[in-house]
T-cell receptor, first 115, second 111 residues
Framework: DQQVKQNSPSLSVQEGRISILNCDYT??????FLWYKKYPAEGPTFLIS?????DKNEDGRFTVFLNKSAKHLSLHIVPSQPGDSAVYFC??????????????FGTGTRLQVTL | DTAVSQTPKYLVTQMGNDKSIKCEQN?????MYWYKQDSKKFLKIMFS???????INETVPNRFSPKSPDKAHLNLHINSLELGDSAVYFC??????????FGPGTRLTVL
């Protein structure tokens, strides 16, 4: 049962344009959503997050939007740069006992920013 | 300075062998995790430890045994390796339930 889905395995965007990566989830108990970026042969790197009580969070070129009624979130990158080329994972959090959290990941979207 | 480090980076071994993967974090975090990324790229949590205490155990076979000698280390020992254990294993750490920081991964190949 895949609770977090990223239906687009890949996305190609021209440099300078907007990249929009999408994520859908099914579990209403998720309280926090995160985006991680991953380069080949490296571990995922935290990028940006959003609480379930908000609908938007912005950090520089990165903005995450949350639509709770649709159980959908998206990551916008503008303007896109060649260094943004990586695999982006959407993750949703549930808290265990207050001392640890469990992240449920999507399968990732490979973003390629072309010149 | 590497925040979360894992050794080895690559591990190739025969079926039936026992192997260990080591993880260390220098972030001062209380909580550490092991994740498995399989061939379909699903990244799934296996275990979580907080201050050397097991917090999360996601129905992982008994052949997998995490060991936390102190809160900066969480090692993963795997007995009687099987072909299906081939995957990339990621260690992560966090301060309680805040953002998790991941290590570079260990690619395990079982022949």
């Amino acid at each position: 049962d895949q609770q977090v889905k990223q239906n687009s395995p890949s996305l190609s965007v021209q440099e300078g344009r907007i990249s929009i990566l999408n994520c859908d989830y099914t579990n209403s108990m998720f309280d926090y959503f995160l985006w991680y970026k991953k380069y080949p042969a490296e571990g995922p790197t935290f990028l940006i997050s959003i609480s379930s009580i908000k609908d938007k969070n912005e950090d520089g070129r990165f903005t995450v939007f949350l639509n709770k009624s649709a159980k959908h979130l998206s990551l916008h990158i503008v303007p896109s740069q060649p260094g943004d080329s990586a695999v982006y994972f959407c993750a949703a959090r549930t808290i265990n006992t207050g001392t640890a959290s469990k992240l449920t990941f999507g399968t990732g979207t490979r973003l390629q920013v072309t010149l | 300075d590497t925040a979360v480090s894992q050794t080895p980076k690559y591990l190739v071994t025969q079926m039936g062998n026992d192997k260990s993967i080591k993880c260390e974090q220098n972030l001062g975090h209380d909580t550490m995790y092991w994740y498995k990324q399989d061939s379909k790229k699903f990244l799934k949590i296996m275990f979580s430890y907080n201050n050397k205490e097991l917090i999360i155990n996601e129905t992982v076979p008994n052949r997998f045994s995490p060991k936390s000698p102190d809160k900066a280390h969480l090692n993963l020992h795997i007995n009687s390796l099987e072909l299906g254990d081939s995957a990339v294993y990621f260690c992560a750490s966090s301060q309680d339930y805040s953002e998790q920081f991941f290590g570079p991964g260990t690619r395990l190949t079982v022949l």
